[in-house]
């Protein structure tokens, strides 16, 4: 009776971390579109918490805005009207593309030059870097 009531509460541990770590894989890029406001808050505030938040009101779009300490990172993530992410930008120091793509490559699938793809619950997201002057610029929209 001891050793089968063990066994039930070593899978229920084995289930619970199998899901712990399916979701922490989930979560470690930025693609948190189909994210609701507060979920996006909640990821940045555990996940990213070198980030801060910075609130800023704009007529023309909805969006949320993070950035580090050095400003050497910007991400923003646009919302739909019911305040939903819709899609991700990271504007970067052209100094951190070297960090970004080791980071891109090893997140996502591979799909071209400076392109990557990101598939999970039946959808595909395309995640492309542009290279600017000073700053590198990493989208990430839903695949259409």
């Given amino acids: 009776m001891l050793l089968k009531s063990h066994n039930k509460e070593l899978r229920k541990i084995v289930i619970l971390s ?24 909640k990821y940045m505030k555990m996940n ?6 910075n609130n800023v009101v704009n007529n023309k779009f909805s969006y949320l805005k993070y950035s580090d300490n050095s400003e050497n990172q910007t991400t923003l993530f646009f919302l739909n009207a019911d305040s939903v992410c819709r899609s991700v930008r990271i504007v970067c120091d052209k100094s951190m593309k070297p960090l970004k793509m080791k980071e891109l490559n090893s997140q996502y699938v591979k799909n071209g030059e400076n392109r990557w793809i990101d598939k999970h619950g039946g959808k595909s997201y395309i995640i492309e870097m542009v290279e600017g002057n000073w700053s590198c610029i990493i989208s990430i929209e839903s695949e259409k």
């Fill in 18 to 41: 199998s899901a712990l770590i399916l979701i922490c894989s989930y979560l470690q890029g930025q693609n948190l579109i189909g994210f609701k406001v507060k979920d996006i808050l």
């Fill in 48 to 53: 990213r918490s070198e980030m801060i938040y």
